[in-house]
Nanobody, 123 residues
């Protein structure tokens, strides 16, 4: 049974930082590209960042480029999202996802999803 468990969300002031973690189990982690997405109530799930199986390639949404960094530790079966210079518009539930194959920015390409972690940025 595949499980992705996010942690690290919370309330932070604008300009602050958070680091999200996503621990995977039940899959051969190094065979999967990983992604982070976010969703506001009433909106679609938006792409944030993705990373290939080895960590050598990353890709970001324009809205977070230069502020967020995705990374992974295959030995720990964990993917991270370091979020700096946070803005109120970054407020959302953040989800990690796993995809068998190459990295992708499309939510529909992902096979497995976590339950999400809330990030709230106050102004």
């Amino acid at each position: 049974q595949v499980q992705l468990v996010e942690s690290g969300g919370g309330l932070v002031q604008a300009g602050g930082s958070l680091r999200l973690s996503c621990a995977a189990s039940g899959l051969t982690f190094s065979n999967y590209a990983m992604g982070w997405f976010r969703q506001d109530p009433g909106n679609e799930r938006d792409f944030v960042a993705t990373i290939n199986w080895s960590g050598s390639t990353t890709y970001y949404a324009d809205s977070v480029k230069g502020r967020f960094t995705i990374s992974r530790d295959n030995a720990k079966k964990t993917v991270y999202l370091q979020m700096n210079s946070l803005k109120p518009e970054d407020t959302a539930v953040y989800y990690c996802a796993a995809r068998s194959g190459t990295y992708s920015s499309r939510a529909t390409d992902y096979n497995y999803w976590g339950q999400g972690t809330q990030v709230t940025v106050s102004s």
